[in-house]
């Protein structure tokens, strides 16, 4: 297995991957297609647990984001949208300056709105004040933004990155049986495409002190499960995750079951750079593809012995 910079540095060599700020990469070339047949396999797979295929928006209003307790559990991940000011002004100096780049930058208007930082949240605040069956489910996947400074690396953790979602709302029991359900499916898929895998109990990394006792109860009740790969010096990296929300978001958004009762909620998590990233580690940035057989498979029938 390969470490990841090793990845990284074929791709960079032969133009594959690049740069245009820290945390944000464009792909090109066979490791792009082999990107889009693994998100193509993961939509497959979602599929077969719900035909109910979501478009978010690309942004969340903050108030959304105050209602799920965002500003108490990661802060530290939240990259706001602005635009430049319509004071024509403003404009013409931006234009007319030997650095308009700087004085853009500096003319930016406050934000109304967050980058997505999940695709979850999209769901609860859609859902919010419903009721709803039990269970119900929706899948999406997006583009989401978690600024992690100094942590930031290509593939493996970016301040942009694509994510598919599956989200569960109903009874306690559909939550953890969904949750329990896809430990099993991720792991099976992980290892239909060569990956050697791990579940691991797991909890997030809650900002402030009133926050961080849900990551005390994450893993006193066991909510929280990672399915990680390991390079070659043991590090690991998180490729999918499984949570059980219990009912906190049913009460932050009031959604709840036919029966009036507050709904229980779960989403499962794929970080496709990040999987993108596992394949290539583990079969090789030359042999991916061809030990896969992807390049003559069409994507309905990548994993198919999982149906």
């Not at 209003?61 to 002004?89: G, I, K, M, N, V």
């Not at 003319?107 to 930082?117: K, Q, Y």
């Not at 050697?196 to 990551?215: C, L, M, S, W």
Request: aromatic share 8%.
């Amino acid at each position: 297995m390969l470490r990841p910079e090793d990845v990284i540095g074929i791709l960079r060599e032969r133009g594959e991957i690049w740069d245009t700020a820290p945390g944000l990469v464009g792909l090109r070339g066979p490791a792009r297609e082999l990107m889009e047949r693994i998100a193509l396999s993961l939509a497959g797979l979602a599929r077969e647990e719900t035909a109910d295929e979501w478009n978010v928006p690309a942004g969340i209003d903050f108030s959304t984001l105050e209602r799920a307790q965002y500003f108490a559990s990661f802060p530290q991940w939240l990259t706001a949208a602005s635009h430049l000011s319509d004071d024509q002004s403003v404009l013409e100096g931006i234009a007319g300056s030997d650095s308009p780049a700087a004085a853009a930058r500096n003319a930016m208007d406050r934000p109304n709105a967050a980058l997505s930082p999940a695709v979850c949240y999209h769901t609860y605040e859609r859902l919010a004040g419903h009721r709803v069956t039990s269970p119900t489910l929706m899948t999406a996947e997006s583009v989401c933004w978690r600024h992690e400074g100094n942590r930031l690396a290509p593939l493996e953790r970016g301040w942009a990155f694509r994510m598919r979602e599956i989200v569960c709302l109903g009874t306690a029991a559909d939550v953890e049986g969904f949750r329990q359900r896809w430990i099993i499916r991720s792991s099976a898929f992980a290892e239909s495409l060569g990956l050697t895998v791990e579940i691991v109990q797991a909890n997030d990394p809650f900002f402030a002190p009133t926050a961080r006792g849900k990551a005390a109860l994450q893993r006193i009740k066991a909510l929280k499960h990672e399915l990680i790969v390991r390079f070659p010096d043991g590090r690991p990296l998180a490729i999918a995750s499984f949570n059980n929300h219990e009912h906190f978001f049913g009460e932050a958004f009031g959604f709840s079951l036919e029966s009036g009762e507050i709904a229980a909620s779960g989403c499962v998590a794929f970080g496709i750079e990040r999987w993108l990233l596992a394949v290539l580690a583990a079969h090789g940035v030359d042999h991916a593809t061809t030990e896969l057989g992807w390049r003559t498979n069409t994507p309905d029938t990548i994993g198919a012995g999982l149906r």
